[in-house]
């Protein structure tokens, strides 16, 4: 083998830790690189050589090489930010960009994202961040009057991960679809409209929509108001009149029950439904009824009347009967602000099916488990009826005298009763709105952008709305280590990686996102510095097995003067 094998394996080790030194030296190069992963040289001894020793043989190595360069992908400290796409992997994950009009995909833990010119979510790059879109829920649907609808939680994504492109810079409309209005009606109120024939239909026989103001302060109780919304964005005042029935015009109340009248109004103008016009004295009423409280003031239950024939005569009490009710147990009616074809009903009959139906559920705090209303043990004939229930025309001209408040209270009731926590009251406090909100709203458009753990890239838009736009895609690997680091902070996959495992943040073992937020690099000066230490000692020490195979060398040539 002789003293120059000795020299060669001298020389393997200068050239095998002045390449673990180039790798120590691009660590720390990359000491502030956004999302950068260390990498770490390991050695393996060369093919050893078989001699002939006393013992029968041997094996003499033959130097170092270089056995692999392996990532070290730990998680880097995360940074701070002011930037909502600024994104930051706390956990297992790559992020996905592509190339514009390529079928070719990188991964990347750095997330420096921001928006192009074009609306794409891009890295310093240009390439795209890819993502899911998010479907919208439709809110509409909650008083449609549909109970077959299921409610779904959670993000829903459709299709395949795509570029994220923000491109819905304005929130469309959405018409109202529930009214929650709860009240405490002062039980100490005086009756203002009275009737001895009509108690419970006193206020609405006093509204006329034919004179310039359809219903004075003289004729109800309490009034409050709220704005609504139609499918084009524009506001309605929504008034809600409610006027007590007095003992005097109910005899014999049972349980010392009380009932107010109440009537759903919006201004006459804005009262567009096809049977409506300027010569109609109830244009303007979207439904009517009463609220049923105990002795205590808590409430008990409620009926609800509109008319629900586009044929029918507004003007004529058998016209409004009993109210549909919505999935959720709520009495509906519609308004068709904008005059809309087949928009007039709750949907009955041929217009059960009606797309331009806009609906409004209507809570006062007491919803029906049932989809009936109950008529009551009413006895006295005739009572108009529809479908077996009494019309407001049935309600109203039913003689009181003698009739147990608590069976007439019953009529038109809702079957079966349902009271929520919050809901409205008849306490000797002073009329007064507790709560009222409505689910519809204008057009607005797009004044910030936000990410949650989820990956989930939101919009929050001037008209209140926060909706989900894209969940950012994740994706894990197989083998991390053996995918090929392409520069710019990207992997490609490989063979030996395996293809990417694809999914939201925050499952299959993928980890969380942190929005405003950097991973930094992950190399460690203090370890990088003891391995420059090391790594300059080995070579230090193969430099010397040269210099002594030299020496020796020297000695050998002087053998012969």
Do not use: C
């Not at 014999?252 to 759903?264: L, M, N, P, Q, S």
């Not at 894990?476 to 490609?492: K, P, Q």
């Amino acid at each position: 083998m002789g003293l120059s094998a000795s020299m060669y394996s001298g020389t393997s080790g200068l050239k095998a830790h002045g390449e673990d030194m180039t790798v120590i030296g691009n660590n720390i190069s990359n000491v502030s690189t956004i999302g950068y992963k260390a990498s770490r040289m390991y050695f393996e001894d060369a093919l050893s050589q078989q001699i002939t020793t006393a013992s029968g043989g041997g094996q003499v190595g033959r130097g170092v090489s270089v056995g692999a360069v392996m990532g070290d992908f730990s998680q880097g400290s995360l940074e701070s930010t002011t930037e909502a796409t600024d994104l930051a992997i706390g956990g297992n994950g790559f992020f996905m960009v592509s190339p514009a009009g390529q079928e070719l995909n990188y991964y990347t833990r750095a997330g420096n994202f921001r928006f192009d010119e074009d609306g794409f979510l891009v890295d310093p790059h240009g390439y795209r961040l890819q993502g899911w879109e998010v479907q919208q829920r439709d809110t509409s649907a909650a008083a449609s009057g549909d109970t077959t609808a299921t409610s779904q939680t959670g993000v829903q994504i459709l299709g395949v991960p795509q570029d994220i492109k923000l491109e819905n810079f304005q929130s469309p409309p959405q018409a109202t679809s529930r009214l929650d209005l709860i009240v405490n009606v002062d039980s100490a109120s005086e009756d203002k409209t009275v009737s001895d024939t009509s108690p419970f239909t006193a206020m609405f026989d006093k509204y006329d929509a034919t004179q310039d103001i359809p219903i004075g302060e003289a004729n109800y109780a309490y009034q409050t108001t709220i704005k609504v919304y139609d499918e084009n964005g524009s506001s309605h005042s929504l008034t809600v009149y409610m006027d007590p029935v007095s003992n005097d015009e109910v005899t014999d109340v049972a349980g010392g029950k009380k009932y107010w009248e109440y009537i759903v109004t919006v201004p006459k103008t804005d009262d567009n439904r096809e049977f409506m016009d300027d010569t109609k004295e109830t244009r303007g009423i979207l439904m009517t009824g009463t609220l049923t409280f105990n002795a205590s003031g808590q409430l008990e239950n409620m009926s609800g009347f509109t008319v629900n024939d586009p044929a029918a005569d507004p003007d004529v009490k058998a016209s409004w009967v009993p109210a549909n009710f919505s999935q959720n147990g709520y009495p509906i009616f519609t308004a068709n602000f904008l005059g809309t074809e087949d928009g007039s009903t709750t949907g009955s009959g041929v217009l059960a099916d009606s797309v331009n139906t806009k609906n409004i559920e209507l809570n006062f705090g007491v919803r029906n488990k049932t989809t009936t209303w109950d008529p009551g043990p009413v006895t006295q004939t005739p009572v108009p009826t529809v479908t077996g229930q009494a019309t407001l025309a049935g309600l109203s001209a039913i003689d009181t005298t003698g009739l147990l408040a608590s069976e007439l209270g019953t009529i038109n009731g809702m079957d079966a009763t349902e009271i929520s926590a919050l809901s409205s009251t008849n306490f000797s406090t002073g009329s007064t709105t507790i709560f009222q909100a409505q689910d519809g709203y204008t057009a607005g458009f797009l004044q910030n952008i936000s990410v949650d753990r989820d990956g989930v890239i939101t919009g929050r838009y001037s008209n209140g709305q926060v909706l989900q736009l894209f969940a950012v895609t994740l994706a894990t690997f197989n083998n991390n280590y053996a995918l090929y680091r392409e520069g710019g902070n990207l992997f490609s996959e490989t063979r030996s990686s395996g293809p990417p495992i694809t999914g939201l943040a925050n499952t299959g073992g993928k980890g969380s996102i942190a929005s405003n937020s950097l991973e930094q690099s992950n190399v460690d000066l203090a370890t990088e510095f003891v391995k420059m230490i090391t790594t300059e000692k080995g070579f230090q020490a193969n430099s010397k097995t040269i210099t002594t195979v030299d020496q020796m060398l020297s000695v050998l040539i002087q053998l012969k003067r």
